[in-house]
């Protein structure tokens, strides 16, 4: 079977790592990919986003199965696009439709889901330029900090959390005003969740899931939870502060609720959805919903699992997750972001990476590189994502950090606390 994966960050790395790897596949190609993409496919200059060109790509190479990896091109319908597609009548895609999508796409949607569906949530307000008021009396009724998102897709940076209360209202004034263009046509307010976050993962068919293992991400640029939002700057998974119990719960009171309301909406859904959550004292509450895996969290989650991904990514187009058994790794994984530095600010590109022949023990999952003239050069601002795995956190940690200190490039910078707040967590439930 021919595939092709869309994206080029640490998460494409990882699906093609690992669909190289299967008997199952006979052509791989990534578009548009990075440096390590190169060695597990063929990386093909195509935008995730140009369909007519994915189509005919398609035809040309007899791809089978198209995996997209980012949100955008689902959000913007490309499963729409090929399940109506003649040409493409065969072809299998894992992600769900444009309407799907949404859960992701549009934060006044995925709430007002949550809220239909009973999944517990924080409290919100959807307000636009027609009920302003209404907004900036809601902001009364809270306690700080006070949480604004625009409605849309905003490259991660839609979310404000303010201290103040008159900040607040003024930067509710501003999304309104064009903040982040269209994105912030629509604001959701939300009362402020107190916990400790993470995610979970689920892989479904519509009508069938598999809870893949659970993750927790470490936003921040800066050490200690510091600094400005970024992508991801590492991973940990399994997470051990979600025991059996919480987890449970988790599947219990959202994931159930997640896809039989996506079934009950008419929401034929095949794909992933990636549940970022608060443990508020032992109880789940949903932050957001994403379409995709996470990145860099698939470069733990999906590193632990043991199955042919073809295999596990075939049932789940083909309804056939019931019978399904994954297979998971019992050992922590942990995963170090590299990025340039700058990042999530402006940065330069364009710098060899040196001596990742050194790397030992640890898997490298490419992101912002490429290869020009047989050099491995940065090419965005998270670079790559080292990924070990150990006994318990602590040996994993060891490993990922000591290559993370190998690899060289300029300006490169880490986080060195990855991991470091769970070393003395006791499970709570
Ligand atoms: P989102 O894009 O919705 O995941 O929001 C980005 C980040 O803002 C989340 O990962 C949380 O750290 C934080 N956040 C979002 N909503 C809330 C909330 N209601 N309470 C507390 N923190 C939140
Ligand atoms: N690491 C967060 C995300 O993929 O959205």
Redo the contacts with the bound molecule.
Sequence with gaps: MNILILGSGGREHVFAMKISQSPICSHLFIAPGNAGTMECGANVNISPLDFDAIEAFCIKENIKLIIPGPEDPLVAGLVDFVKGSEKLKNVAILGPPKAGAMLEGS?DFSKSFMISHGIPT?AYLTVTTDNLQQGLDFLETLEAPY?L?ADGLAA?K??L?EQDLDTAKNALKEILDGKFGNAGNKVVI?????GI?MSCFVLTDGRDYIMLPEAKDY?RIGEGDQGL?TGGMGAVSPVPFAGKAFLDKVENSIVKPTIQGLLKDGIPYCGFIFI?L?NSGGEPRV??YNCRMGDPETEVVLHRVENDLVELFLAACQQELAEFELKVNPDTAVTVVLVSGGYPGSFEKGFEIKHLEQVTDSTIYHAGTKLESGKTLTNGGRVMAITSTGKNIKEAIAISMRNAGKVDFNNKYYRKDIGLDLLTYHEQT
């Excluded at 939300?190 to 107190?194: A, K, P, R, T």
Aim: aromatic share 4%; no cysteine; hydrophobic share 40%.
């Design positions: 934060k924080a949480v998102k991660g839609g979310v959390i939300e009362e402020f969740l107190h976050e936003k939002n970022g608060m932050i957001e």
